[in-house]
């Protein structure tokens, strides 16, 4: 089973930037549940930068 993940939480709520260390974090609790990280898509504003990031994970059978 595959799923498409949106990661978009920030360190804080003025600053679009998305929180890395807590997307590794979660990234990490994924692949112990058996997850696997197939495609990490990064998705950017109309400025340039980035807003947030796309993941596609995969459980296998």
Known sequence: MRKVVLFSKTKKWWHESPDIDLLNAQITEM????WLVI???ANTNF???ISSYTL???LPA
Do not use: A, P
């Open 31 to 34: 692949e112990k549940d058996g």
């Open 39 to 41: 495609s990490l898509s």
């Open 47 to 49: 400025l340039g930068f």
């Open 56 to 58: 596609l994970v995969e």
